[in-house]
């Protein structure tokens, strides 16, 4: 089973304690890879899942990842994220591929948000029923006295949509959705005019960083947009659109921390340092090697990362140079030189 994941634990314990029976057929959103029940197998589940590095757990592990979901199962779960519009959809999303007497089971960990998620699937879907299992809450209802007006005006609650405040298009459940992350806009001060050819932006999110460059920096010829999260590399794709008549852009659903190809001119990244709760300072670290072996010899890395991460050993040992150019409002820009 996947290390902390609390909520896949507990998503089986209905089940097993024969609250719901068995199915031959089984739809999982947001699905996680782990030890499952002998009275269920893989080829049971079709999986859908937009956060790379998850979705490559499940193929490695030879779970079901039908592109298109065209068809009613008897059992849909769910292990949502804490943001609650995403959340909101996910329960919509269930409960419209679920057949007329099957089940939605939901797992959430108590402090990500479970009694909120209790309460909205409550208000889709009232006949519901609940246990609580390992500080989290499993939840399961039917489509019995289902609020069909309120499923309309949920199920497009994270569509991508024009944030007014930042200019972006953006949408809820991805990184900093509805403001500009102070990090990013921290390095893009710190971003020379001058940049060329072939460059790269690695975990884009929607786009902020690439679309800065792209519109200061006259002598670009392509950039490669990677994006673990396939959410937020749809808005990325729209926010950039523009640039896409003189630039060639890519867009890659994409683990950074597996490597990339390249060779780039530069390469510029506010990578991440959390996934779930977990702080976890070796995908920055990653994303800094990546970054490394892509770039051409003489190649720039343009990196912002919060002040206590120790990222510059990892620079060190991959770069013949670096500088610290600003270390101020709890972060630090660096330039590496290839």
């Known amino acids: 089973m996947t290390n902390g994941n609390a909520a896949y634990a507990a998503l089986w314990h209905p089940f097993l304690t024969g609250a719901i029976a068995w199915s031959d057929s089984y739809l999982f959103l947001r699905a996680r890879s782990g030890a499952i029940p002998s009275e269920i197998k893989a080829e049971q589940l079709d999986c859908q899942q937009s956060f790379k590095p998850y979705a490559d757990e499940l193929e490695r592990a ?15 779960m769910v292990l949502p994220p804490p943001q609650r519009d ?25 402090n990500e ?25 499993i939840f399961w209802s039917n489509k019995k006295d289902l609020n069909k007006n309120l499923m309309q005006s949920w199920a497009m ?18 990184f900093a959705w509805n403001r500009i992350d102070d990090a990013s806009q921290l390095l893009t001060e710190y971003l020379p005019k001058e940049l060329s050819g072939h460059g790269a932006d690695l975990g884009a999110g929607f786009g902020f960083l690439a679309h800065t460059v792209l519109t200061q920096c006259e002598n670009i010829k392509s950039i490669d947009v990677f994006e673990a999260e396939a959410r937020a590399l749809e808005c990325a794709q729209l926010n950039l659109a523009r640039f896409e008549k003189n630039i060639q852009i890519n867009y890659h659903w994409h683990d950074v921390a597996e490597g ?3 060779p780039y001119d530069f390469v510029i990244s506010n990578p991440p340092f959390h996934q779930g709760h ?6 920055g670290q990653a994303f800094i090697e990546s970054a490394a072996k892509a770039l051409k010899s003489g190649g720039r890395f343009y990196m912002v990362a919060n002040r206590h991460l120790p990222y510059e050993t990892t620079l060190k040992n991959h770069f013949s140079k670096f500088n610290v150019l600003a270390a101020k409002n709890g972060f630090k820009v660096f330039e590496a030189t290839k």
């Open 86 to 110: 995403e959340a909101r959809v996910l329960f919509v999303r269930a409960l419209q591929h679920v057949s007329e007497d099957g089940f939605v089971v939901v797992s959430m960990e108590n």
């Open 62 to 76: 030879a779970w079901l990842l039908p592109e298109k979901i065209e068809k009613a199962y008897p059992i849909v």
């Open 260 to 262: 990339i190809e390249g």
């Open 278 to 283: 977990e702080e976890l300072q070796t995908l």
């Open 157 to 174: 609650l994270d569509a991508p949509r024009m944030i007014d405040t930042t200019g972006f298009i953006s949408r809820p459940g991805i």
């Open 113 to 137: 948000g479970a009694k909120s998620g209790e309460k909205d699937l409550r208000e889709l879907a009232p006949n519901l029923q609940s246990v609580s299992k390992n500080k989290c809450r």
